[in-house]
């Protein structure tokens, strides 16, 4: 199988730095994806890493290391709002279809 | 945002009838997408399309049908709906899907909540 896996759940205080995992099979690896679901809406597209490295886009980052099949969302200067589910999304060639873990929640706390 | 609609955005319906789901886009993307999202198992894929009535399988098709005859419409059908097809229903597009590029990002439509009782 392609598993994806990533925590479930976790828990960080507003203002603070907070980093979510993600490791994945390398094989026909094509490249991934970070979403943020709130709860009751659509996924929303956060990242997209291909090429290893750190993508910067604001409070949030996304780094990539192909040869260990790892990957995690860095998410600075923790609000409120951003306390959802984060979806990582992995892209393999057979067929170009996207595999999702399962989602990590998201709790900030005052 | 992406202009992707889905319809109807809630339904209840009984064991054993056909229900229709609409996903209609104006981005003129190629690809569209169906995925069911269920508590303990993410989203997964149910079909997918590459074009005008070309489509295919996705992880967990079984008792799901699609048809696409115009760019802008894909139609999620269960031709007898059961309890184990309650889920919450998204439609995604993207404009391309391999080699990988920003382009192959999946844009999601707002969801079809369904309830089969």
């Known amino acids: 199988g392609q598993n994806i896996d990533q925590p479930t759940e976790m828990t960080a205080t507003e203002g603070a730095i907070v980093q979510i995992n993600c490791t994945y099979q390398?094989?026909?690896?094509?490249?991934l994806f970070w979403y943020q679901q709130h709860a009751g809406e659509a996924p929303t597209f956060l990242s997209y890493n291909v090429l290893d490295g750190l993508e910067e886009k604001g409070r949030f980052s996304s780094f990539l290391s192909r040869s260990k099949g790892y990957s995690y969302l860095l998410l600075k200067e923790l609000q409120m709002k951003d306390s959802a589910s984060y979806l990582c999304?992995?892209?393999?060639?057979?067929?170009?279809?996207?595999?999702f873990g399962q989602g990590t929640e998201l709790s900030v706390k005052p | 945002d992406a202009g992707i609609t889905q319809s109807p955005r809630h339904k209840v319906t009984e064991t054993g009838t056909p229900v229709t789901l609409r996903c209609h886009q104006t981005?003129?993307?190629?690809?569209m997408y169906w995925y069911r999202q269920d508590p303990g198992h993410g989203l997964r894929l149910i079909h997918y399309?590459?074009?005008?009535?070309?489509?295919d399988k996705g992880e967990v098709s079984d008792g799901y049908s699609v048809s696409r005859s115009k760019t802008e419409d894909f139609l999620l059908t269960l031709e007898s709906a059961t309890s184990s097809q309650t889920s919450v229903y998204f439609c995604a597009i993207s404009e391309s899907v391999t080699p990988a590029y920003s382009t192959d990002t999946q844009y999601f439509g707002p969801g079809t909540r369904l309830t089969v009782l």
């Open positions: 999304a992995v892209f393999y060639n057979q067929g170009g279809k996207l595999i």
């Open positions: 390398t094989s026909g690896f094509n490249g």
């Open positions: 981005e003129n993307h190629r690809y």
């Open positions: 399309s590459y074009g005008v009535k070309d489509t």
